[in-house]
């Protein structure tokens, strides 16, 4: 069997698996700016967090602009280049970010005593939840990975 026969076999993911992710990978960082905004000063626990949401969104739809665009001669490499920087950035600030939110688990949502104890409940629980979906995901992407290997070493 020839090399472009073998890439025909190889499954591609379902259409509506594919419409999904991206829906997803389009709100969340909309969702991570909002939250992050709304809720800037309510976590004196943990300061950052607010922060790093804000962050965190607006360097994931830069990420996502940079996939839509095309990918010519003349800008290829630029893109690539610039698409690796980014992607190496979101990397390091997600290791920051799970250093923030996982060394508080699980703060004093209640505003009645000691400032320094409390983070807002929806903040708090947001940024916590975005994490584990990264997690979730991550799993989900490398157990659908050793299936696809799987099937392509079976026949």
Same mark, same amino acid.
């Given at each position: 069997m020839s090399e472009s026969e073998e890439r025909r076999h190889i499954r591609r993911p379902p259409a509506a698996i594919i419409v999904c992710a991206q829906v997803i990978m389009s709100i969340l960082p909309i969702a991570q700016l909002v939250v992050g905004a709304v809720y800037q000063k309510d976590c *004196?626990?943990? *300061?950052? &967090?607010? &922060?790093?949401?804000?962050?965190? #969104?607006?360097? $994931?739809?830069?990420?996502?602009?940079? $996939?839509?665009?095309?990918? $010519?001669?003349?800008? #290829?490499n630029l893109v690539k280049t610039l698409s690796f920087f980014v992607s190496l950035f979101i990397f390091c600030w997600f290791i920051a970010g799970n250093v923030w939110i996982y060394s508080i688990y699980e703060p004093n949502y209640n505003n009645t005593g000691s400032m320094d104890t409390y983070c807002n409940k929806t903040l708090y629980l947001f940024a916590f939840w975005t994490n584990n979906l990264f997690y979730i995901l991550l799993g989900f992407s490398i157990l659908s990975s050793c299936c696809t290997c799987l099937q392509c070493a079976a026949g």
């Open positions: *004196p626990r943990q *300061p950052y &967090i607010p &922060i790093y949401l804000l962050v965190m #969104g607006v360097f $994931s739809l830069l990420t996502n602009m940079l $996939s839509f665009l095309p990918c $010519s001669a003349s800008f #290829g």
